[in-house]
T-cell receptor, first 116, second 109 residues
Framework: DARVTQTPRHKVTEMGQEVTMRCQPI?????VFWYRQTMMQGLELLAY????????DSGMPKDRFSAEMPDATLATLKIQPSEPRDSAVYFC??????????????FGPGTRLTVL | GQSLEQPSEVTAVEGAIVQINCTYQ??????LSWYQQHDGGAPTFLSY????GLEETGRFSSFLSRSDSYGYLLLQELQMKDSASYFC??????????FGQGTELSVKP
């Protein structure tokens, strides 16, 4: 049963600390998305990669957020320094194929981040 | 800009039928998707419409009218386990999904 995995599932940290979230996409999926979900803003696209290359990170605050895909089995999202307003659930989703617009996105269980 | 509108909450009883509407304003439209999210869980895919008309998958159906920029999700024979949030999402260029704010469905006994 292939699934997207994310670690950690929960993270509580203090303002100013660095946070790293990891995602392992389904094997063979070549497109990976990062989303943030809050009550106020809903599900927002932060960034996405295809074949490990960043395609769009316009939804991501550039000054503190960075996303990378060092290899086909790992995507990372870092926040440095973290702020209380970053508290949210961060989802990773992977997609098979070319991501032409029709592919189903498979979401991981999310990382629930709380910044105190 | 891009925007999607859907009701914030809907309540129905077990066994009933409920329709969740979604209107959208966006560019680069490839189709309309629907995702279900239970409290504390991840969004999971329900249905996708690229062309006008009705798509049926078991108790769930989804409809799209591209000319009206409108779609809906129809849930039949409601069960308690259908209580969840339902999101419409526009499939955009490059495979991106632009999500609506979600509709919280409460199914009562």
């Amino acid at each position: 049963d292939a699934r997207v995995t994310q670690t950690p599932r929960h993270k509580v940290t203090e303002m100013g600390q660095e946070v790293t979230m990891r995602c392992q996409p389904i094997l063979g999926h070549n497109t990976v998305f990062w989303y943030r979900q809050t009550m106020m803003q809903g599900l927002e696209l932060l960034a996405y990669f295809r074949n490990r290359a960043p395609l769009d990170d316009s939804g991501m605050p550039k000054d503190r957020f960075s996303a990378e895909m060092p290899d086909a089995t790992l995507a990372t999202l870092k926040i440095q320094p973290s702020e209380p307003r970053d508290s949210a659930v961060y989802f990773c989703a992977s997609v098979p194929g070319t991501g032409a617009g029709t592919d189903t996105q498979y979401f991981g269980p999310g990382t629930r981040l709380t910044v105190l | 800009g891009q925007s999607l509108e859907q009701p914030s909450e809907v309540t129905a009883v077990e066994g009933a039928i409920v329709q969740i509407n979604c209107t959208y304003q966006t560019s680069g439209f490839y189709g309309l998707s629907w995702y279900q999210q239970h409290d504390g869980g991840a969004p999971t895919f329900l249905s996708y419409n690229a062309l006008d008309g009705l798509e049926e998958t078991g108790r769930f159906s989804s409809f799209l009218s591209r000319s009206d920029s409108y779609g809906y999700l129809l849930l039949q024979e409601l069960q308690m386990k259908d209580s969840a949030s339902y999101f419409c999402a526009v499939n955009n260029q490059g495979g991106k999904l632009i999500f609506g704010q979600g509709t919280e469905l409460s199914v009562k006994p």
